[in-house]
């Protein structure tokens, strides 16, 4: 079993949908979670970064975590045509753990926003 | 442009020659982490580094790879006698701390392709 299961998609919706992104972990150290967008041929770039449980919002963007369940989400409002691009959770220990830098990473979801 | 720097883009290389992909991280940061990422998995962590030192390598495969970051200049990652296996892109991170309070930013990778 993987410390991070993410459903690799294709998910596809139509313009000014709401997206539902998700991952579940396994590993209950983590502390620290991660979404990040990523463009073909691209690197991964940061979306939202959050510590512990909670949620958190930015824009059209909400990141949730529920460490009961070891499950997060990220929630995209009024979605667009741009917002097309694979979605990698990421999660990693918290501090004094020795391992605080090591990201673990989901296999992605690839979102197509249709108009 | 003041994020993480890769170079190149894109390095072929023949079965059994070196390569060395460079990273210069974000102004202000010295915690570079490179990562793995092969076609339709997620990215896996290779090493850590802080200046002059390899803090984690648990993720490097044991022969043929090495990486280092100097006082002065990049960090390298340097693959050694390079086979068909090792195509992959090869993310570089950098952070301003190294204790996962602060999230990591990524560089656009090195895509590398064995002949």
């Known amino acids: 079993q993987k410390e991070v299961e993410q459903d690799p998609g294709p998910l596809s919706v139509p313009e000014g949908a709401i997206v539902s992104l998700n991952c579940t972990y396994s590993?209950?150290?983590?502390?620290?979670f991660m979404w990040y967008r990523q463009y073909s041929r691209k690197g991964p770039e940061l979306l939202m970064y959050?510590?512990?449980?909670g949620n958190k919002e930015d824009g059209r963007f909400t990141a949730q975590v529920d460490k009961s369940s070891k499950y997060i989400s990220l929630f995209i409002r009024d979605s667009q045509p741009s917002d097309s691009a694979t979605y990698l959770c990421?999660?990693?220990?918290?501090?004094?753990?020795?391992?605080?830098?090591?990201?673990?990473f989901g296999t992605g979801t690839r979102l197509q926003v249709t108009l | 442009n003041a994020g993480v720097m890769q170079n190149p883009r894109h390095l072929v290389r023949r079965r059994g020659q070196e390569a060395r992909l460079r990273c210069s991280p974000m102004?202000?940061?010295?915690?570079v982490y490179w990562y793995r990422q092969l076609p339709e998995e997620g990215l896996k962590f290779m090493v850590y580094?802080?200046?002059?030192?390899?803090?984690?390598e648990s993720g490097m495969p044991k022969e043929r790879f090495s990486a280092e970051f100097p006082k002065e200049g990049p960090s390298i990652l340097r693959i050694q006698q390079v086979v068909r296996g090792d195509s992959a892109a090869y993310f570089c991170?950098?952070?301003?701390?190294?204790?996962?309070?602060?999230?990591?930013?990524f560089g656009d990778g090195t895509r590398l392709s064995i002949l």
């Open positions: 991170a950098s952070s301003p701390t190294g204790d996962g309070g602060q999230p990591q930013h």
């Open positions: 590993n209950s150290a983590f502390q620290y």
């Open positions: 959050t510590y512990s449980s």
């Open positions: 990421a999660m990693s220990p918290g501090l004094n753990t020795g391992t605080a830098s090591k990201l673990t």
């Open positions: 102004k202000g940061h010295s915690h």
């Open positions: 580094l802080q200046k002059e030192n390899i803090i984690d």
